[in-house]
């Protein structure tokens, strides 16, 4: 399981990457797309939504089921990844690089408390 | 200390990294890892899948007056049947309403096959007991038999390396014995993929080695085994209806859009028949129709399916198709609205995606029987 060592993790398998201005970057991990399998089909939050940490941004669905995505940190959707609305399984092919949304932060504090890869690690060991 | 019952390929399924889940009282494989959904699904249409359906119960009807006594438990013409054919029916309540559906064998003039859905296999051997004339000729033989189903493009080749024999090359709903290192199976022409290819009855302890010898000399065939999951969107693709979803207590076979396999009019009727007739002379309440959504989404079951911002009806079953890859669902709607070309749509989690009704199958299998 591929788990890079510059993200930061949560519970529900969503990574998040400091773009150090202020914004992240925010996807769904390897472990994620192989519990979830062929990914179909990805809805956003559209740009300029307000989210809070652990509030839905989304949902991902595959052939077999639908899963939601809960936001990392709290802020603003910046951009949100239109390239996955013709090429979902992009997402299955390279999970770290099939972006979702870029959320301009309030604050950096929930970042640091997010897992670190060691943690995330451990957690999907579990 | 778990309640679920194993088949006797539960080892095997692990050795390939099954995704073991809970069906119907069964611990069962819902794909498996390094493949998944959408590649067994492809492999079955593109070369050919293997299935394990050992959860499936199969019931004995045996005796002087067995053809006189199945034909008046199930929907279809059994007497239409000569040794070694089958028949898809319906197995119904004296209120028309579906207790099970079922495939019928006929092995002899008075022994005929019964294999029913896993989850139903307890209800229906209680209601063939209930209804029957002689029930003591009826007999549960779920823990007997064992079924691997081998389905796609490549299923004749793959069979005739293991288990040559009759069955291969002919049309379907046949089913004939065939020979496996000394010991009989039972091969028949029938599957719920669409797709050409063999539902094999074993006795449990040969499984496992009709299995690993499937696999083995299958690998140059593109052989894949094949979980749950996959096998669900097969026969979604084909508008195939799953007890449960398409059909049940509170509904017949007619809504179902089965009514082929129904024949009322056979000589000496079926236990549900006239009820069915006047079901039908009355009109039916609501009608199974095929759904494919214009808007992007999936559609799943039990979502509401609206109709100018009003709920009209349910999804029984609804994915995203491997084969056509795009959504597709089967639902109920009332009659009026059933029609080809009728503008719908579907409440996905609070959205309305816009659906228009479409005929099923949704798609073209990769392979067919000899006609």
């Not at chain 1, 990457?17 to 979830?36: E, H, I, K, P, R």
């Not at chain 1, 956003?44 to 839905?56: D, N, P």
């Not at chain 1, 802020?75 to 390239?83: E, H, L, Y």
């Not at chain 2, 007739?277 to 759904?291: D, F, H, I």
């Given at each position: 399981?591929?788990?890079?060592?510059?993200?930061?993790?949560?519970?529900?398998?969503?990574?998040?990457?400091?773009?150090?201005?202020?914004?992240?970057?925010?996807?769904?991990?390897?472990?994620?797309?192989?519990?979830?399998?062929?990914?179909?089909?990805?809805?956003?939050?559209?740009?300029?939504?307000?989210?809070?940490?652990?509030?839905?941004?989304?949902?991902?669905?595959?052939?077999?089921?639908?899963?939601?995505?809960?936001?990392?940190?709290?802020?603003?959707?910046?951009?949100?990844?239109?390239?996955?609305?013709?090429?979902?399984?992009?997402?299955?092919?390279?999970?770290?690089?099939?972006?979702?949304?870029?959320?301009?932060?309030?604050?950096?504090?929930?970042?640091?408390?997010?897992?670190?890869?060691?943690?995330?690690?451990?957690?999907?060991?579990? | 200390?778990?309640?679920?019952q194993r088949t006797p390929l539960y080892e095997a399924h692990?050795?390939?990294?099954?995704?073991?889940?809970?069906?119907?009282?069964?611990?069962?494989?819902?794909?498996?890892?390094?493949?998944?959904?959408?590649?067994?699904?492809?492999?079955?249409?593109?070369?050919?899948?293997?299935?394990?359906?050992?959860?499936?119960?199969?019931?004995?009807?045996?005796?002087?007056?067995?053809?006189?006594?199945?034909?008046?438990?199930?929907?279809?013409?059994?007497?239409?049947?000569?040794?070694?054919?089958?028949?898809?029916?319906?197995?119904?309540?004296?209120?028309?309403?579906?207790?099970?559906?079922?495939?019928?064998?006929?092995?002899?003039?008075?022994?005929?096959?019964?294999?029913?859905?896993?989850?139903?296999?307890?209800?229906?051997?209680?209601?063939?007991?209930?209804?029957?004339r002689q029930p003591e000729r009826i007999t549960n033989r779920?823990?007997?038999?064992?079924?691997?189903?081998?389905?796609?493009?490549?299923?004749?080749?793959?069979?005739?390396?293991?288990?040559?024999?009759?069955?291969?090359?002919?049309?379907?709903?046949?089913?004939?014995?065939?020979?496996?290192?000394?010991?009989?199976?039972?091969?028949?022409?029938?599957?719920?993929?669409?797709?050409?290819?063999?539902?094999?009855?074993?006795?449990?302890?040969?499984?496992?080695?009709?299995?690993?010898?499937?696999?083995?000399?299958?690998?140059?065939?593109?052989?894949?085994?094949?979980?749950?999951?996959?096998?669900?969107?097969?026969?979604?693709?084909?508008?195939?209806?799953?007890?449960?979803?398409?059909?049940?207590?509170?509904?017949?076979?007619?809504?179902?859009?089965?009514?082929?396999?129904?024949?009322?009019?056979?000589?000496?009727?079926?236990?549900?028949?006239?009820?069915?007739?006047?079901?039908?002379?009355?009109?039916?309440?609501?009608?199974?129709?095929?759904?494919?959504?214009?808007?992007?989404?999936?559609?799943?079951?039990?979502?509401?399916?609206?109709?100018?911002?009003?709920?009209?009806?349910?999804?029984?079953?609804?994915?995203?198709?491997?084969?056509?890859?795009?959504?597709?669902?089967?639902?109920?709607?009332?009659?009026?609205?059933?029609?080809?070309?009728?503008?719908?749509?579907?409440?996905?989690?609070?959205?309305?995606?816009?659906?228009?009704?479409?005929?099923?199958?949704?798609?073209?299998?990769?392979?067919?029987?000899?006609?």
């Amino acid at each position: 399981m591929n788990i890079p060592a510059n993200l930061r993790y949560t519970n529900d398998h969503e990574w998040a990457q400091d773009n150090g201005d202020g914004s992240y970057t925010v996807g769904v991990t390897d472990f994620a797309q192989d519990s979830l399998g062929g990914i179909v089909y990805v809805e956003l939050a559209a740009e300029g939504t307000r989210v809070s940490a652990g509030q839905r941004f989304g949902t991902v669905e595959s052939t077999k089921s639908v899963s939601e995505l809960y936001a990392p940190i709290s802020g603003v959707i910046a951009a949100r990844n239109t390239d996955l609305d013709a090429a979902p399984d992009t997402v299955n092919s390279d999970p770290y690089g099939a972006w979702m949304v870029r959320i301009a932060a309030e604050s950096s504090g929930e970042f640091e408390a997010l897992m670190d890869a060691s943690a995330y690690a451990a957690h999907t060991a579990g | 200390m778990s309640l679920l019952q194993r088949t006797p390929l539960y080892e095997a399924h692990l050795k390939l990294g099954g995704q073991m889940v809970a069906y119907a009282g069964w611990e069962m494989p819902v794909q498996y890892a390094g493949k998944g959904l959408v590649v067994e699904h492809e492999a079955t249409r593109a070369t050919v899948g293997l299935f394990d359906v050992s959860h499936m119960g199969e019931i004995l009807v045996e005796g002087p007056g067995a053809l006189e006594e199945v034909n008046r438990l199930v929907s279809n013409d059994v007497s239409k049947l000569e040794d070694g054919d089958a028949c898809y029916n319906v197995l119904c309540h004296e209120n028309g309403n579906a207790v099970d559906d079922l495939y019928v064998y006929r092995l002899g003039p008075e022994r005929f096959f019964l294999v029913v859905n896993a989850a139903n296999t307890d209800k229906d051997f209680a209601h063939l007991q209930r209804m029957a004339r002689q029930p003591e000729r009826i007999t549960n033989r779920s823990k007997d038999f064992a079924q691997i189903a081998v389905q796609g493009p490549n299923a004749s080749a793959l069979l005739a390396r293991v288990s040559p024999g009759e069955a291969i090359g002919l049309p379907r709903n046949k089913i004939r014995v065939h020979d496996f290192h000394g010991a009989n199976l039972l091969v028949a022409t029938t599957g719920y993929t669409g797709e050409a290819g063999f539902e094999i009855y074993c006795p449990p302890e040969l499984a496992e080695p009709l299995w690993s010898q499937l696999l083995d000399a299958g690998q140059d065939l593109g052989v894949t085994p094949v979980g749950l999951g996959a096998r669900d969107t097969l026969r979604l693709e084909m508008g195939f209806p799953l007890y449960g979803h398409e059909m049940d207590d509170q509904t017949s076979g007619y809504e179902a859009r089965v009514g082929w396999a129904i024949k009322p009019k056979k000589a000496g009727g079926f236990i549900g028949g006239e009820a069915l007739l006047r079901l039908q002379a009355a009109g039916l309440p609501k009608k199974l129709v095929g759904l494919e959504l214009l808007d992007r989404g999936v559609p799943r079951a039990d979502y509401p399916v609206l109709h100018d911002g009003v709920a009209v009806g349910k999804v029984t079953s609804g994915t995203h198709s491997p084969t056509a890859k795009k959504p597709i669902a089967l639902a109920f709607v009332p009659p009026h609205l059933s029609a080809l070309g009728t503008e719908l749509a579907i409440d996905v989690r609070g959205q309305a995606k816009r659906a228009v009704v479409v005929a099923f199958p949704f798609v073209t299998p990769g392979s067919s029987f000899p006609q």
